[in-house]
């Protein structure tokens, strides 16, 4: 079984504060995303990487940043966070890009206060 | 760009069948995924289409139409457990999936 983990299920951070999310991936995917959702806007793409040391901006990449250092690892970064930034974040693996399911973990729901 | 239709939310009798549509413009279409979320938890992947027809998986089936750009999925004897928020996704070339903002169904007695 595929298993997407995520490093935190709640957390509470200040504004302003450097917010880091983990995701991990064992099934050595070739693909990562990150993605949050919100009430009424569904799933939006932040960024996503196809490879190790590879990242792409996704749909809202605005004050966010990853890091792909290793295959299993993809982490999100929140330079400076702000209220705005409050959301449930989901990642998401997939062993390719074109017809293959994406695997999500369970989500960390970041407060930002 | 992408864009891809599903109604907000649906109610439904414990028992009976409902079906979700879901339409899109997109294009150099390349599959189409139906994703189940419960509340709080994360989508898990429920059936994938590419080509015109039916797909049966139990008491789920999906169905796509490429030329109309349009798919729905079939939930037959509904139970209180498949309340949850169900999302259509599109495969368009070699881009990241786009999601369709889900359909929230309440299952009732």
């Known amino acids: 079984d595929v298993k997407v983990t995520q490093s935190s299920r709640y957390l509470v951070k200040r504004t302003g504060e450097k917010v880091f999310l983990e995701c991990v991936q064992d099934m050595d995917h070739e693909n990562m995303f990150w993605y949050r959702q919100d009430p009424g806007l569904g799933l939006r793409l932040i960024y996503f990487?196809?490879?190790?040391?590879?990242?792409e901006k996704g749909d809202i990449p605005e004050g966010y940043s990853v890091s792909r250092e290793k295959k299993e690892r993809f982490s999100l970064i929140l330079e400076s966070a702000s209220t705005n930034q409050t959301s449930m974040y989901l990642c998401?693996?997939?062993?390719?890009?074109?017809?293959?399911?994406?695997?999500f973990g369970p989500g960390t729901r970041l407060t930002v206060t | 760009g992408q864009n891809i239709d599903q109604p907000t939310e649906m109610t439904a009798t414990e028992g009976a069948i409902v079906q979700i549509n879901c339409t899109y413009q997109t294009s150099g279409f390349n599959g189409l995924f139906w994703y189940q979320q419960h509340a709080g938890e994360a989508p898990t992947f429920l059936s994938y289409?590419?080509?015109?027809g039916l797909e049966e998986k139990g008491r789920f089936s999906s169905f796509l139409s490429r030329s109309k750009g349009y798919s729905y999925l079939l939930l037959k004897e509904l139970q209180m457990k498949d309340s949850a928020s169900y999302l259509c996704?599109?495969?368009?070339?070699?881009?990241?999936?786009?999601f369709g903002k889900g359909t929230r169904l309440s299952v009732i007695a």
């Open positions: 990487s196809y490879d190790v040391k590879m990242k």
């Open positions: 998401a693996s997939s062993l390719g890009t074109s017809g293959y399911e994406q695997y």
């Open positions: 289409n590419v080509l015109d």
């Open positions: 996704a599109v495969n368009s070339g070699n881009t990241p999936l786009v």
